[in-house]
């Protein structure tokens, strides 16, 4: 009994934390876009500094971004077969790709790394978020978006939000002062502001929680979150412990990273781009609420 409150602990913060966002909401308004302003403008480029300052750049690195990429376009072409074989319309087709591809590896997968695994595994997180998850998210995913709700794509504005994302411009920030000395008051302050990320992101989204229409186009949603939360990541860990094993620390990481439910992003991309939004939210919505469960079942079995 002592063994498994243990392994709730991690995970019941994070349910506190959407329980306060939603009565939040109930009893005052929704807070959730400033809050998700100030974790995007602060919390973000905070944790890219303070992690990626201290850490060598080196070819294991690039080796893992190659890797993290494979995983993330292995998702999306068995979400396009999936997708075709349940004969969805364009329109339905690019939500379900989005919605069953880009997982919440930031807000919610930091949140369960730190968790399970403590702050230092977080470096690994935040490289598959933002050389895999993020930056496919821009790239592939936008022009999905554009072709899903039949825009034209703008290459020029995908490629601006890229490069004038915080946390993007943070890195190129943080390579160039690893040239130097940093001042021990900048890695505490980014190291502190860092922290704010989990709390204030699973208030955001229990803001964000809409109980109503949760079941609207359920057999879409439950497919989304099966193939995105249950399938891949299993594929992936099957492919580790046969080829490199599961014991180490970041191979548990990447496991947990892959498993994360729908992002936050993806569903404010896919909605401003005129995709459905019922799907592309009761996805994000129902896919949090599961990886309570799914990701106590990962970190059970990966010990």
């Not at 995983?71 to 077969?81: K, P, S, T």
């Not at 019922?278 to 990962?298: C, D, E, P, Q, R």
Request: aromatic share 16%.
């Amino acid at each position: 009994f002592v063994k498994k409150v243990n392994m709730l602990d991690p995970v019941l913060p994070i349910a506190i934390y959407l329980l306060l966002g939603y009565l939040f909401k109930l009893v005052f308004h929704d807070n959730s876009k400033q809050l998700i302003e100030v974790i995007i403008y602060f919390s973000l480029p905070a944790i890219v500094f303070s992690k990626i300052y201290p850490l060598i750049l080196d070819q294991k690195i690039f080796g893992l971004i190659l890797m993290f990429i494979c995983f993330i376009l292995f998702n999306l072409l068995l979400a396009y077969f999936i997708g075709r074989m349940m004969k969805l319309n364009k329109l339905l087709l690019a939500t379900f790709m989005i919605m069953a591809t880009f997982g919440n590896t930031s807000f919610i997968g930091f949140s369960y790394i730190d968790a399970f695994y403590g702050q230092d595994y977080i470096v690994y997180g935040l490289i598959y978020d933002l050389f895999g998850s993020f930056l496919l998210l821009v790239s592939i995913g936008m022009f999905i978006i554009t072709w899903g709700s039949g825009r034209k794509n703008d290459t020029k504005s995908i490629f601006k939000s890229i490069f004038l994302f915080p946390p993007t411009l943070m890195f190129f920030v943080t390579v160039i002062a690893k040239n130097f000395e940093d001042p021990n008051f900048l890695i505490l302050t980014s190291q502190t502001l860092g922290s704010t990320l989990v709390p204030i992101a699973m208030i955001a989204i229990g803001m964000k929680l809409e109980l109503k229409h949760i079941f609207v186009k359920f057999h879409i949603v439950s497919m989304a979150m099966i193939l995105k939360m249950l399938v891949v990541p299993i594929i992936v860990l099957i492919g580790f412990k046969f080829f490199y094993g599961i014991d180490q620390t970041w191979v548990k990481v990447t496991i947990i990273e892959v498993a994360m439910p729908p992002m936050t992003m993806a569903t404010v991309l896919a909605i401003k781009g005129g995709l459905d939004e019922k799907v592309a939210i009761n996805s994000l919505v129902l896919g949090v609420l599961l990886s309570l469960f799914t990701i106590t079942m990962y970190t059970t079995y990966l010990g």
